[in-house]
């Protein structure tokens, strides 16, 4: 099992910035992949960003050179940058992490971007 807790989440201006953490527990020598996802009221989940083991990202078009992914492997945890927030990057955003078999969550934290 792997334990998720965000944190960082907020209100901000759009043109604003906030950074997410997300730490993870339990068993994270079978993570393969981290990232955030997030959600819009009356949305689907969608993907935000994604980094590998090796340190490989992978982003949506829309937070491209805006929001960056990165992690501290010593501290368990991942963080979203996000840059030059716009009022649409409002959202629930959720972390997530990946092993072979699995697929594990975080509560998740909101985001809102006030135009």
């Known amino acids: 099992q792997v334990q998720l807790v965000e944190s960082g989440g907020g209100l901000v201006q759009a043109g604003g910035s906030l950074r997410l953490s997300c730490a993870a527990s339990?068993?994270?020598?079978?993570?393969?992949?981290m990232g955030w996802y997030r959600q819009a009221p009356g949305k689907q989940r969608e993907l935000v960003a994604t980094?590998?083991?090796?340190?490989?990202?992978n982003y949506n078009y829309s937070v491209k050179g805006r929001f960056t992914i990165s992690r501290d492997n010593a501290k368990n945890t991942v963080y979203l940058q996000m840059n030059s927030l716009k009022p649409e990057d409002t959202a629930v955003y959720y972390c997530?992490?990946?092993?072979?078999?699995?697929?594990?969550w975080g509560q998740g934290t909101q985001v809102t971007v006030s135009s």
């Open positions: 997530n992490a990946k092993d072979w078999i699995h697929n594990y």
């Open positions: 339990g068993s994270i020598f079978s993570i393969n992949v």
């Open positions: 980094i590998t083991n090796s340190g490989s990202t």
